[in-house]
């Protein structure tokens, strides 16, 4: 750009050039350079310019106001150092991992690549989150690249103490909050369990989601397509599930309706004292005793026999083997009998056989009617049947009545991806744990609406806000100010600064004396070279002639031997003039 810009006045020579027609092939080749030069610095302008916008758009693709922000992580195209494998070995081989499942990145998603793996990694919190008087949302996406047989796609939220040691995941690891789909079979389910202490025992016992929905036609019948998971639970003891901006299951934590087990513990439970007595007959029947096996009961006969009045066909032939030598097959070029051994051809279905038959003849079998299997009694009912054993109820000293069980979940210190699965190609994207909801509204908009959206149209019309995003970013952040700034007067500065006056300028000779009279002869200079140049016509050859000639004398300071036609003197007495009065004014 330093170059473009201080060559603007370096293109009228400092040396006069005294014949045009010899530094013609030189002013080409300069005037090529100069357009490269013009043409990549505009690039480069350019460039600059989109560079400085996108960076400005990525400032408030994600919100700037991270108040309220617990973890975000979209996965772009690599996995960032907050993000810890699991190193627990297997138990077949203490040398190999148990998570040996490779990770992957395709688009924007982080993948599953193998099947028949377990997979797990984790990432503390930017910090612990604690029950207290604001919501949690956790949501995030899962793509699944073919139909899924067997695989789990949840997110478990682990606890504080379990975050200090990350490369230790596993299926054991204390969690306080597991959600997200699974299946197993041939139906799905979006689970949600969240763990709870019981206040009178103090311990920890799961709160499972049970609630009926079809996951199946929501999540696992289209493939190939994202969906957005979200989890919200709120300080008032309220919860929602939605599925691709969709509540599916609505409720609050303590309902006995909506999870099984449920948080409220049951108010009767069996007697541990209790055992079935050993006299307790719970079989409601029995085989009658006085019930005898029939005399013409043959068990010995057999279910099937041969059909006797099946005759042998006239075209059998019993002495025709069922396979005959291929007649038409050769032995390999390279078979060598004496390292060999004698080469025999291979053998095909005798084609004699296909008319009746052939080998020996034996007949089809049938029912035998006089089979009846092995005798049984028949049963009656039992008369000492005394009915199904219960144990006895007594209360649950465990149980409670409970109160909205917010406050009592269990800190959240990191999440974790802890999971095995039959099919491969599943995949993640835009993970992101908040308490705002303005904000993860407005995240949501980024990034999933706009990966969905039907049309280029609809996409755009999404960044419809972005205006007023950007306006209250840079109230909150100034330094913003001048990135915007600079993304819109640095290339209209630039570009009109390069392609103003595009059309190139000739080599022109003029004399730098401060004299009146050597500029005006520099100026009539010009518009005569500009007249003869454009005129290609053998008439007009003379005047390139007397161009030359009167180049030289007034290079000399003289006006000899200058014959100029009309129409060139009047254009030369207007710039006469307009000398004149400059020389007035200087």
């Known amino acids: 750009l330093c170059r473009v810009w201080s060559s603007r006045r370096g293109r009228q020579r400092s040396a006069a050039v005294k014949d045009w027609e010899a530094t013609r092939p030189q002013a080409s080749k300069a005037r090529r350079r100069e357009i490269g030069l013009r043409m990549l610095s505009s690039l480069s302008a350019v460039a600059v310019g989109a560079l400085l916008v996108l960076a400005t758009v990525s ?7 991270l108040n309220g922000i617990l973890f975000v992580e979209q996965f772009n195209r690599r996995l960032s150092n907050t993000w810890a494998l699991a190193q627990m070995p297997s138990a077949e081989d203490i040398n190999k991992k148990k998570y040996a499942g490779t990770w992957a990145f395709s688009g924007r998603f982080i993948t599953m690549e193998t099947g028949m793996s377990h997979y797990g990694m984790a990432a503390a919190l930017q910090e612990p989150f604690h029950f207290t008087d604001k919501p949690l949302f956790v949501q995030y996406e899962v793509l699944f690249g073919q139909r899924i047989t067997c695989g789990g796609s949840y997110l478990k939220l682990l606890t504080v103490e379990a975050s200090s040691n990350l490369q230790a995941l596993n299926e054991s690891t204390p969690y306080s909050i597991l959600f997200g789909p699974d299946k197993c079979g041939s139906e799905g389910k979006i689970k949600f369990i969240y763990q709870h202490r019981n206040p009178v025992s103090g311990k920890l016992a799961e709160v499972a989601l049970a609630a009926d929905v079809d996951v199946d036609s929501l999540i696992y019948r289209e493939t190939n397509k994202p969906h957005l998971l979200r989890l919200e639970i709120h300080p008032s003891g309220e919860f ?6 969709e509540k599916v299951v609505q409720g609050t934590l303590d309902s006995d309706a909506l999870f099984s087990p449920a948080l409220r513990p049951p108010a009767m439970i069996d007697d541990p004292l209790d055992e079935k007595p050993q006299d307790w007959v719970d079989e409601p029947e029995m085989d009658d005793p006085s019930a005898t096996k029939p005399d013409d009961w043959d068990e010995q006969q057999p279910e099937y026999i041969l059909d006797d009045a099946y005759t042998k066909p006239p ?5 025709a083997p069922l396979t005959i030598p291929d007649p038409s097959a050769t ?12 080469w025999e051809p291979p053998l095909i279905p005798n084609p004699v056989c296909a008319n009746g038959g052939c080998g020996p003849f034996r007949p089809p079998l049938k029912l035998n009617p006089r089979y009846r299997g092995v005798w049984h009694p028949p049963t009656i009912p039992n008369p000492q049947y005394k ?48 308490s705002n909801e303005t904000l993860l509204s407005e995240f949501t908009k980024r990034t999933w609406e706009v990966e969905t959206r039907p049309s280029w149209w609809q996409r755009v019309s999404a960044y419809s806000g972005i205006l007023v995003t950007v306006i209250d970013a840079c109230l909150d952040a100034p330094y913003l100010f001048v990135v915007l700034t600079a993304c819109i007067l640095l290339p209209i500065l630039v570009l009109k600064q390069l392609f103003i006056s595009w059309r190139y300028r000739q080599p022109i000779a003029v004399n730098h004396t401060p004299t009146s009279k050597a500029r005006l002869a520099g100026r009539a200079n010009i518009v005569r070279r500009r007249r003869i140049s454009s005129s290609a016509s053998p008439e007009n050859e003379h005047r390139r002639t007397m161009d030359d000639g009167r180049s030289t004398s007034e290079d000399d300071g003289t006006d000899a031997g200058r014959e100029v036609v009309p129409e060139v ?9 307009a000398v004149s009065d400059e020389s007035a004014t200087d």
């Open 331 to 342: 032995p390999p070029k390279d078979w060598n009998e004496e390292e060999d051994g004698q």
């Open 59 to 65: 400032c408030v693709t994600i919100p700037h106001e």
């Open 240 to 245: 929602a599930v939605s599925i691709d901006q």
């Open 387 to 434: 009915g199904v054993w219960k144990a006895r109820q007594i209360p649950n000293p465990a149980t409670f009545e409970p109160s909205n069980p917010f406050p009592a979940l269990m800190s959240i210190g990191a999440v974790a991806f802890e999971l095995w699965t039959v099919t491969p190609r599943t995949s993640f994207a835009n993970l992101i744990v908040t």
């Open 569 to 577: 003197r009047e254009e030369e007495e207007e710039e006469e003039a």
């Open 315 to 319: 075209s059998w032939d019993e002495d």
